[in-house]
């Protein structure tokens, strides 16, 4: 079994880019950012993993195209807002079964000049048509959550503060300001106790990554001490089945207990986490379901500073979904290029201190879960 | 590095299902008779990988929550018409990266609801929007093959002649009845020289298997001598550079000799071919890419026998896409199917004799395929 390494990553900027420059062009860059990253050349890729929702059928091939690496085989994956990580994941079972040794792996998401207001739910996600939406689910997550453990509006909204004043520091970030809780909690409401800066914006972008074998290593003459790409958990399902507790959080728990085992890690090691924050709660909650913050207690850590960049545990100092954007197909690439810049204290004013183990996670599906949701788990080391 | 099984295999039959009968029903009654024709219970599936084309976000998941495997990892894999491959190609790696050992792949589409007089091109496709549609590029090839090689239109409409002939005995194809060349030659004209008859069908439908390590195999109770998948090909690139031979096929001939030296075998010793005849022409210029026809015969050949089942090097004895049917994510996996079956002895009266080693091909991506092609290629042994 060959161990898997990071040799590169790059990103283009998240935000909203102009509708002449399509989902072709932004994986484009990110690809030639992560081969100049990595010191690897076109002809030294062996394949292409591409992970997007709405990039429509072949949309790798054309990444291909435009990337100059056209005649390779092409991996195309879609599983919602975890397509990015699903596609490393692919690129990850490839290195290990010796099919190749230097692969290139992209998210990548045009969304600004198709998406207005949000994402339309699946016709088949019957809940969502009736208006349990994305918002409106962790809106009640938010309100069960502050019931059951005496949690405050003003907790909750501090993932979002903690988040921007992580992303000021992120030149590829969506959002690069500061914002106070005030700001917050005076944003306007999208679903009570939820406002706009609760959620994540809709956003452009993509990130690529180079990963290779131990050979792949060698042949770019790369060194052994470039981060290892340790475990990629993947459990998906329908969330609801009969009477539930919306923050159980149970797919959250199983996917990391998949990837500490795989990893061989104790979780009380993880540096640092790159968090699906869709919304301020979701961070809290999915934090609790991977056992890394005890249950009830993940709002009071962090209006307490616990998951900011200094804290006992830093959550998302690249700014998370909230504020360097969630271009869906592309977050879980982002993340694992945050991960990379981490642990190779490339990450400027945002560097997390001593960071040798991090962990990325990602969720794609709806928030009833009723067409099915997966979860995705990245463990990288150096 | 562990060997790749067929464990058990099963389909739903091709054709025209009611407006009720969804992706997720045809896919799940695939996967039902699949599981138990392998003897294998929902307990012992580690893993899901869904091909598809238009099944929509987290088609697979919600596969999943209908066959009642709910909570597993999902992948999903979309590569046009070659989808259903290129997600067998995905479960084959994870069990050859030892992360799996008894997995289940679906192919599955519903194309009759939704796709009218044929699949619209993709408006990133110029070349298609401007009439060069799948159709159009087929007649061209065919014209073409015939000015180079001396071909007649007679000897081309002869492969779906042999095509229907063969699926008169698969219980599982769209169409089960005979046709004549007086019918192919005599049918509506699509694209000149190309008649409906020399179209595959819009078709909905599923395909699934059992896939399996060897460890996987002793828990499901079966002998190492079950078929064994030896390799999977895949290439994928956009068809046209500058000036081409539309019957070139360079894409074909790279896929082929990257299956025959990952499979180790000589491709002479092929038994028989379940090749991507989406059209009559197509067949013919395939097998010709693969090298398992000699450049300009291949028309000559069907006409003369040497095609049929019963012939030198049979092709299609399932029926192939023209007759079996095209629901396009499922068409890989019903070539698998057939594989299987021939190669167990069970295919009835189109069983090809001492049939031990054969190929299945799959093309996806349009015609000019300026927005970048796919060819899957199926080693499977017994």
Known sequence: MSSVYLSGVGMVRFGKHPVDIGFEQLAAGAAAAALKDAGASRSQIEALYVGHVFGGPVAGQRVAAQVGIDGLPVSNHENYCASGATAL?????????????????????????????????????????????????????????????????EQIAMVAVKNHAHSQHNPF????????????????????????????????GAAAAVVCSARGLQRLGLPASQPQVRAIGLVSGTLRTGLYDLNEEDISRRAGRQAYEMAAIDPADIDFVEMHDCFTIAEIVRMEGLGLIPRGEGARWTADGRTSI?????????????????????TGMAQVCELYWQLTGQAGARQVEEARLALSYCKGGTVSGTDGASVTTVVVSR
Chains 1, 2 share one sequence.
């Open 89 to 153: 994941r692919e690129a990850w079972m490839a290195i290990r079964a010796g099919l190749y040794d230097v692969v290139l792996v992209i998210g990548a998401e045009k969304m600004t000049d198709r998406v207005k207001g949000g994402v339309a739910p699946d016709p088949s996600d019957l809940d969502a048509v009736q208006g349990f939406v994305m918002t409106a689910g962790h809106a009640m997550s938010a309100r069960r959550y502050m019931l059951d453990h005496g949690a405050t509006r």
């Open 173 to 204: 970030a969506h959002y690069q300001h500061a914002i106070t809780l005030e700001q917050v909690l005076s944003a306007r409401l999208v679903a009570d106790p939820l406002g706009v800066l609760d959620c994540s914006p809709i956003s452009d």
């Open 310 to 330: 200094g804290g006992q545990l830093p959550v998302n100092p690249s700014g998370g979904l909230l504020s360097r954007g969630h271009p869906v197909g592309a």
